[in-house]
């Protein structure tokens, strides 16, 4: 257990927090808006460990940002999470949304054989590509037994994919035989991280941009039923070659948790004033991007990059088919 007496401790966390401030001020700018804060953090991360090497001393406040810090970040994240109205509403959604998942992975470990990359790195961008980004990323590294850093170049090629592809589907949408409201679902059910579908479909209106962020979130309620899967896998493979189970992560009941608080408590028998849920959005934004600086101080230069361009080569192509296949199952 660390004490507060542990100045390496408290200083390696408000270095995570330092850096996730910078990247939040930064991705405000200019061009950084697309790639978002949690990427830009990532960045800075990256190259200040270029720069000047891993800071040694502040290791265990890092690694209590890597670790601790990102999952109650993930546990937060349920409180977007309104199951009942995709319950109600969104049970089409739901069933499109399992395809999604199931191809991306699949496509993904498939394309990871043709062309020999890192499975660790296409399998983690694999879920992330179908489930929520960066969040489902996070989530999968440890079922997946992912070292932090393929967990941050994981994380840092989607916010790259997805900032291409929202731009990409905004320039596309006057000439697509698709009308505004299947755009959305469109975008909802294909591109990566929930800021990326909100790029996208912001433009477009309100109910464009609410139809498809119940899209998006259709497939961020399937998280929890994908690792229960991802760990009955890897622990029988772990079985197979004598190696030790895969325990469930549990901090994602919290997420759970937190999404039927959402869903059936706040609102309808505890009334919380919108201020406080913004807030807490908020800190969930600032825990979430310390926990990603922290991810990104992990990465090494030479070999993690030369590991992790046939990933994005692969993800990219899976990436491209998914939207076709999505556009085509909406026409």
């Given amino acids: 257990m660390h004490k507060l007496t542990d100045t390496g401790f408290i200083a390696g966390i408000f270095f995570t927090f330092l850096i996730a401030v910078i990247g939040m001020i930064l991705s405000n700018f200019p061009g950084l808006e697309y790639i978002g804060p949690l990427a830009t953090a ?10 000047f090497g891993y800071p040694v001393r502040l290791k265990s406040g890092i690694q209590f940002s890597s670790k601790v810090l990102l999952r109650a970040a993930i546990i937060l994240y349920g409180l977007k999470l309104n199951i009942d109205l995709i319950i109600s509403e969104g049970l089409t959604l739901l069933l499109q949304s399992a395809v999604v998942v199931v191809f991306s992975i699949v496509s993904a470990y498939l394309f990871a054989k043709v062309l020999k990359a890192d499975m660790n790195i296409t399998m983690l961008l694999g879920v992330g590509t179908g489930v929520c980004g960066a969040a489902a ?4 590294a440890p079922i997946l037994k992912s070292k932090d850093e393929d967990t941050a170049v994981s994380i840092g090629i989607i916010a790259f994919l997805g900032t291409v592809f929202s731009i990409g589907y905004i320039i596309a949408e006057p ?19 929930l800021a990326h579908v909100a790029l996208a479909a912001e433009p477009m209106g309100e109910d464009v941009l609410a139809v498809a962020l119940m899209a998006k979130l259709s497939r961020v309620l399937l998280l929890v039923p994908l690792c229960f899967i991802l760990v009955l896998i890897m622990n029988r493979k772990n079985s197979a070659g004598g190696a030790g189970k895969i325990v469930f992560p549990y901090f994602l009941i919290g997420f759970i948790l937190m999404s039927l608080l959402n869903s059936y408590v706040l609102g309808d028998h505890i009334v919380v004033p919108e201020a406080v849920m913004d807030r807490i959005s908020e800190l969930t934004s600032v825990i979430l991007t310390m926990a990603m600086a922290a991810l990104g101080l992990n990465i090494s230069l030479s ?3 030369k590991r992790a361009l046939k990933p994005l080569i692969a993800i990219t192509v899976v990436s491209v088919l998914l939207s076709i296949i999505v556009y085509m199952m909406l026409i």
């Fill in 42 to 51: 990532i960045i800075i991360a990256f190259l200040y460990r270029q720069f």
């Fill in 137 to 140: 990323i996070a989530a999968a």
């Fill in 175 to 193: 000439y697509l035989s698709l009308d505004v409201l299947s755009y959305g679902i469109w975008s909802g059910l294909s591109l990566h991280e």
């Fill in 303 to 305: 070999e993690t990059m």
